[in-house]
């Protein structure tokens, strides 16, 4: 019975939602491989181990706290080191990464470092056997793959959102675990966090997106889109990469083929129509809603849900109905 | 300064693919291919430091089929100086065996920035270039949206959830490019023409065990039809009351 590892993501010295997502699907593959225990690690700068109620609550038998001041930024190369170290000497069958930016940073470098299998962003994992198969979109999403791997210990990283994280009793210990290189020897330091604007949901997160495709004409016109998005109270914006191209958004909430892959409750495609590229990044959302002048627009092929109309006028009045619906709600 | 950029033939995208007869691959009939769309900013990104630190050498490789030759030829053309073909028939589905094949063509080109794309859309996997770091022992900034580098060193900007971080670090380095570090230059024809006499050099890939298998590849399920609700912001009402009864969206 062999036990299980996962590293909890943190920023600013809180566990990220990706960070214990990773902790549940631990959990369920230690449940599933025999009931071995999950360990859990988390770095951070000191207070990092007030989070290990949460990581207890994800499904942690075995909290990892590695708090050391040159860890409160993100440090790629002390973090890894001390991940591979525990990972060598714990004898685990698994260890699972957070798919985010920051975890597949972290999980190449650990697998190298261990000369270790890695199968990367999962969005479903199986026990088979003695073999641990993970569902990972291939070709801009157009394939699934399932890879496999039997030898320990797999690494693999799971895609944000598609594990969801478990509730347990939280009965577990806790150990400290110093770094296995001082930070200040990491190459890559990371000088700065700039944090975007935390009022609004990540992509990744948000049960609700909102995007916007050429249609809109202008930036100035998103500001209708961030209108409707409010609405909703819980929503993202995204945009199409024509948008992101014109300077209309930012590269980060460019979602497609070469952008972010998102699979929320809800989409609205505003004034998109549709392009491959673009469905690459949207097309396993829950609900799918398509406003577009266009009635042959390609996005409408994918939408649940369709209006035909201008949306100059159709947006504005959604927007309202919106915001009725939920303070009805 | 000395560059090397490593770009993977790739499938164009625009097309419904087939899953092959042995049910753990692409059926690659009809295909076309081109260099993976983060490769392409890659080698601008290495096309534009040696313009700013000229005398410098920018050598190309990949990883492929001889068949991608036509990729390596395509980053001569907009202005890399030489070429590497590791040749391999079959790409491995394990970015480590990958990497392990890359790193030992790069170990010893005393290279002062080694460039990749963020990720293969393909394979859909974010691993090799940073795998390669690890294996030449070098420092990596994987996923840049910014770049600068003077004076043996680097900063860089990088995209997190909703957040982004600065960073810094020493050359020599491995850095995989994001989208919007820049927009790749297309070939001139004298770039078209000049490339063909530029050496393009094929060897074997020493390709490393492959611990990761595909077992299985599967198309996913096509989305059920939708329906057209109405036309303009009289079918909102109806729009509404179909996402909070029926899809229950929110």
Known sequence: MAHVFAFAESRNGEARKAGLEAVSAARQIADQTGGGEVHAMIAGGPGVAGQAERLKAAGADVVLVVEHPG?????????????AARIKDGGYRAAVFSATSQGKDLSPRVAAKLRAPLAPDAVALAVEGDAIVVRHPMYTGKVIGSLKITASPALLSVRLGAIPVGETAGAGRVETVPPAIDPAQGRVRVTELKEGNTSTVDLGEAPVIVAGGRGLKSAENFKMVEELAQSFGNAAVGATRAVTDEGWRPHSEQIGQTGRVVSPELYVAVGISGAIQHLAGMRTSKTIVAINKDKEAPIFKVADYGIVGDVFEVVPALTEAVKQAKAQG | MNIAVCIKRVPVMEVKFAIGKDGASVDETGLKYDVNDFDLWAVEA?????????????????????????????????????AVLLKADKVPSDGFAVAEALAAELRGGNYDVIFFGKKAIDSGAETVGIMVAELLDLPCVPAVFKLDIAGGKGTAMRALEGAAEVLEFPLPAVITVDEGLNKERLPSLKGIMAAKKKPLETKPAQLGAAAVTVAKMELPAERAAGRIVGTGKDAVPELVKLLQTEAKAF
């Open chain 1, 71 to 83: 860890l409160a930024l993100y440090n790629p190369e002390a973090v890894a080191a001390t991940v």
């Open chain 2, 46 to 82: 290495a096309l534009q430091l040696n313009e700013k630190n000229p005398g410098g050498t920018v050598t190309v490789i990949s990883l492929g089929p001889d068949a991608a030759g036509e990729q390596l030829r395509k980053a001569l053309s907009m202005g890399a100086d030489k």
